[in-house]
């Protein structure tokens, strides 16, 4: 059974700058692209970064300059840096990863599994 879990959520101010940890277990995620999504309060689910096996790496125009989406496949372990936080940026980030592999999704409907999610909040 695969499962994530995000940590590292937490309130910052404008400007600062915060780092998600999705730890996976129950395989490994070498050859799985992994996907980082958010969802703001009364808003539907949005993607903020991916990066498939080979580390290529994909951004929401919103986010790119200012996060980075990185992986280690050691600790099966991807994180997302975020620095410049704006107030826009608050919501719940979740990570996530597809069943299949040799492919990066940019879609949440071709993500099949999920984290909890981890609340951030940026005040202004």
């Known amino acids: 059974q695969v499962q994530l879990v995000e940590s590292g959520g937490g309130l910052v101010q404008a400007g600062g700058s915060l780092r998600l940890s999705c730890g996976a277990s129950?395989?490994?995620?070498?050859?799985?692209?992994m996907g980082w999504f958010r969802q703001a309060l009364g808003k539907g689910r949005e993607f903020v970064a991916t990066?498939?096996?080979?580390?290529?790496?994909t951004y929401a125009d919103s986010v790119k300059g200012r996060f980075t989406i990185s992986r280690d496949n050691f600790k099966n372990t991807v994180y997302l840096q975020m620095n410049s936080l704006k107030p826009e940026d608050t919501a719940v980030y979740y990570c996530?990863?597809?069943?299949?592999?040799?492919?990066?999704?940019?879609?949440?409907?071709?993500?099949?599994?999920w984290g909890q999610g981890t609340q951030v909040t940026v005040s202004s």
């Open positions: 996530a990863s597809p069943r299949r592999m040799r492919v990066v999704p940019l879609r949440a409907e071709e993500y099949d599994y």
């Open positions: 129950g395989r490994t995620i070498s050859p799985y692209a």
């Open positions: 990066i498939g096996s080979g580390s290529t790496t």
